[in-house]
């Protein structure tokens, strides 16, 4: 079973920019997508974007279309998370999961095997 692992969070002051990875412990290409989620204290686990490897088809919550951009490169077993223009609302912990495909809406009971989560902290 494949492992993921997240990495590349941090401080940075708002309208900045931080890149978030999410490695596999092995190939998962053509057999796995990969979403990326993002948890504020006392808040549900969103669903903030999600690549489907195959194809590279993309999911973007509404809220960070145009700010945020997910890629992958199949032969680091790596998925990216740019995110530019950064508020203070983009605060949480990230965490990336797998999954069969991308759902429509991905959601928490979609994804199978989740990472430790990277702390993302944006200062107004």
């Known amino acids: 079973q494949v ?13 900045g920019s931080l890149r978030l990875s999410c490695a596999a412990s092995r190939s998962f290409l053509g057999n796995y997508a990969i ?7 006392g808040k549900e686990r969103d669903g903030v974007s999600c690549i489907n490897i195959d194809d590279a088809t993309t999911y973007y919550l509404d809220s960070v ?5 997910i890629s992958r490169d199949n032969s680091k077993n790596t998925v990216y998370l740019q995110m530019n223009s ?8 990230y965490y990336c999961a797998t999954a069969r495909g991308c ?9 199978g095997v989740w990472g430790q989560g990277t702390q993302v902290t944006v200062s107004s």
């Open 3 to 15: 492992q993921v692992v997240e990495s590349g969070g941090g401080l940075v002051k708002a309208g």
């Open 35 to 41: 979403g990326w989620f993002r948890q504020a204290p």
């Open 65 to 69: 279309k145009g700010r945020f951009t």
């Open 86 to 93: 950064l508020i203070s609302e983009d605060t949480a912990v």
């Open 103 to 111: 759902p429509t809406v991905p959601q928490v009971a979609n994804f």
